[in-house]
DNA sequence: TACATAAACAATTATGATTATCGTTTTTTG
DNA sequence: CAAAAAACGATAATCATAATTGTTTATGTA
């Protein structure tokens, strides 16, 4: 696997998608960015994260409405995926999980890297909120 | 929500899907009913998959390679995904997810309607290949 | 520090899966 | 069967992501 050089702005996209808990999408990554660096491409957040992730860094949550979600944290945990939203919260409380990867791998003879476990519905917010406000998908909700 | 009128194409978009367990693409349901039906489009697969999934009658498993993969089989299980040949298996040993849901609602004071499993690694067959043969994801391995 | 090499960059273009449109055909309903 | 509604094929549009290209920046060595 390659190492990776040092540069200002692959560090950048690092550290803002460490410093956030809201599972962005690539472009929210970059509209944060593009204003400390005028110069900044769209391009060059896609690519970076593609290598973070080869060098398992960074990990995809899920794909919503069309656009793959990341994650900086990368121990293993489960996600909430809002349907009305589209927020992504993180699931910590499960732990009961362990060993399930090497019982899989011993019933299918096969070799699992990972797993991802993720639940859909409505999330806290959205569900108090009356339905005629329920907002459609936007920028803001990431 | 509506309901779906009948029609001779839309019910073979459901029956393929449903005589197979690979978890297919629209595309590889499409090539499979262009034979049968000389005048057939991808936009009808896509459309009607849609619909079932909105129905219920249809579940998307995960996105391998940038393709959405469908699923007939609706009730609760779990998947694997080789990253290498990109196959998906179903994953029906898993018993100890019940009540789960149920368990993070109560947690995070939301809704869930439902979760998703799904493994990652190197199936079986790709396992037992030479390194050197590993090939490439295409049309046969869907 | 200066040079050579490799990697990273912005900008642009290309790709490719999915969705929308629209005029025509099929299905439903009465 | 006729009118209305829904589904269709074909095609074009969208839009997220990937690849390309020429330039700039790091890195390793002398």
Redesign the pocket.
């Known amino acids: 696997m390659?190492k990776?050089?040092?540069?200002?702005?692959?560090d950048a996209v690092l550290s803002v998608l460490r410093s956030t808990n809201v599972h962005p999408?690539?472009?929210w990554i970059y509209n944060r960015l593009k204003t400390e660096?005028p110069?900044?491409?769209?391009?060059?957040v896609?690519?970076?994260l593609?290598?973070f992730k080869e060098q398992g860094l960074v990990v995809t949550v899920a794909?919503v409405n069309?656009?793959?979600r990341y994650d900086g944290v990368v121990t293993a945990h489960a996600h909430f995926v809002c349907n009305n939203c589209g927020s992504i919260a993180d699931i910590n409380c499960l732990n009961d999980s362990s060993g399930l990867d090497e019982r899989i791998e011993r019933l299918y003879d096969c070799k699992v890297d990972r797993h991802s476990l993720c639940f859909y519905g409505v999330c806290s917010n959205c569900k108090h909120e009356s339905s005629a406000e329920k907002a459609p998908l936007n920028d803001a909700s990431v």
Do not use: P
């Not at 990776?4 to 692959?10: G, T, V």
């Open positions: 390659r990776l050089n040092f540069s200002k702005k692959r999408t690539a472009e660096y110069d900044f491409s769209l391009g060059t896609y690519r970076n593609s290598l794909t069309g656009q793959e």
